[in-house]
């Protein structure tokens, strides 16, 4: 369970002070699949920062199974997995297997056991080919793979994805898509953000819609189609928009 509890999140910038989360509160429940939608600049990044314990929250609280993420941050790492857009945090210098046998030994992982994870998750992304050679020579796709399975190296229980299938191709990014639905069946807990509707639409079971740093819609999907009286997530998302300036320049 996640509760986001009245977050306001403001960075100084020299001396400009910006809130890119303003007042955000909700709650996720284990097992479920939530899209982070919202334009460029909304604060999703930011949100999935501050859960990930990355960020300190300027007011209000964040907790993850109970714990908190300014206290208890460290008890939160060992049961997340988080992979930030465009940062794959993975060594050139390193095979992809060299970099999988690096992060889990960070969890403590022990050598059997990485093994069979390595084998699994190569398995499962298809890099089986490529496990021995340097990530440096990678294109971006089998990189973006590589991230994944170190991101689920210590097979966590919650796992934030930030715009995971940028720059990803139709096969690499249905990888990803039979990856949700895998890691769904297991009861894991997903937030993802994601420019995409079609992904949104087939992946999650609920939304949370974030607009210039104030959460503007969360819920279920199902719930939002019918209180909406359409399925087209692209057309709810921009009304949702609209009202959510309106509201802001009232
Ligand atoms: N370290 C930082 N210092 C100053 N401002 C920041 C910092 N990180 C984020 N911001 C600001 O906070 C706001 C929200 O940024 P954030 O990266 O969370 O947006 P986003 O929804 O992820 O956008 P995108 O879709 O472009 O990735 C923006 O105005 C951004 O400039
Ligand atoms: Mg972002």
Redesign the pocket.
Same mark, same amino acid.
Request: hydrophobic share 40%.
């Given at each position: 369970m996640i509760h986001i509890q009245d977050v306001t999140k403001t960075?100084k %910038?020299k001396k400009i002070f910006?809130t #890119?989360l303003k007042h955000v509160t909700f709650s996720i429940q284990p097992g479920q699949v939530v899209g982070l939608l /919202? $334009?460029? /600049? #909304? /604060?999703? =990044? =930011?949100?999935l920062r501050s859960i990930a314990t990355l960020l300190q929250p300027t007011e209000g609280s964040i907790t993850v199974n109970g714990f908190d993420t300014v206290k208890d941050a460290n008890e939160i790492k060992r049961k997340i997995g988080v992979l930030f /857009?465009g940062e794959t945090g993975l060594y050139d210098r390193l095979t992809a297997r060299e970099n999988l046998e690096y992060f889990a030994s960070l969890y403590g992982l022990s050598k059997h056991e990485t093994k069979v994870r390595i084998d699994e998750l190569a398995r499962m992304f298809g890099m089986r080919d490529y496990l021995n050679r340097k990530v440096g020579g990678f294109s971006k796709g089998m990189r973006q793979k590589v991230a994944i399975a170190r991101t689920l190296i210590h097979n966590p229980d919650i796992i934030l994805f %930030? $715009?995971p299938t940028t720059g990803l191709d139709i096969t690499s990014s249905n990888v990803f898509r039979q990856l949700v639905h895998q890691l769904k069946r297991d009861q894991k807990t997903i937030i993802f953000?994601s420019?995409i509707m079609e992904e949104v639409t087939l992946l999650c079971d609920s939304v949370a819609m974030?607009h210039k740093?104030e959460l503007v819609y969360q819920g279920e999907l199902e719930a939002l189609y019918q209180e909406e009286g359409t399925k087209d997530l692209n057309y709810i998302f921009m009304s949702k928009l609209v009202r959510g300036s309106e509201h802001y320049a009232s």
């Amino acid at each position: 369970m996640i509760h986001i509890q009245d977050v306001t999140k403001t960075f100084k %910038d020299k001396k400009i002070f910006v809130t #890119a989360l303003k007042h955000v509160t909700f709650s996720i429940q284990p097992g479920q699949v939530v899209g982070l939608l /919202g $334009e460029n /600049g #909304a /604060g999703k =990044t =930011t949100l999935l920062r501050s859960i990930a314990t990355l960020l300190q929250p300027t007011e209000g609280s964040i907790t993850v199974n109970g714990f908190d993420t300014v206290k208890d941050a460290n008890e939160i790492k060992r049961k997340i997995g988080v992979l930030f /857009g465009g940062e794959t945090g993975l060594y050139d210098r390193l095979t992809a297997r060299e970099n999988l046998e690096y992060f889990a030994s960070l969890y403590g992982l022990s050598k059997h056991e990485t093994k069979v994870r390595i084998d699994e998750l190569a398995r499962m992304f298809g890099m089986r080919d490529y496990l021995n050679r340097k990530v440096g020579g990678f294109s971006k796709g089998m990189r973006q793979k590589v991230a994944i399975a170190r991101t689920l190296i210590h097979n966590p229980d919650i796992i934030l994805f %930030d $715009e995971p299938t940028t720059g990803l191709d139709i096969t690499s990014s249905n990888v990803f898509r039979q990856l949700v639905h895998q890691l769904k069946r297991d009861q894991k807990t997903i937030i993802f953000s994601s420019h995409i509707m079609e992904e949104v639409t087939l992946l999650c079971d609920s939304v949370a819609m974030m607009h210039k740093g104030e959460l503007v819609y969360q819920g279920e999907l199902e719930a939002l189609y019918q209180e909406e009286g359409t399925k087209d997530l692209n057309y709810i998302f921009m009304s949702k928009l609209v009202r959510g300036s309106e509201h802001y320049a009232s």
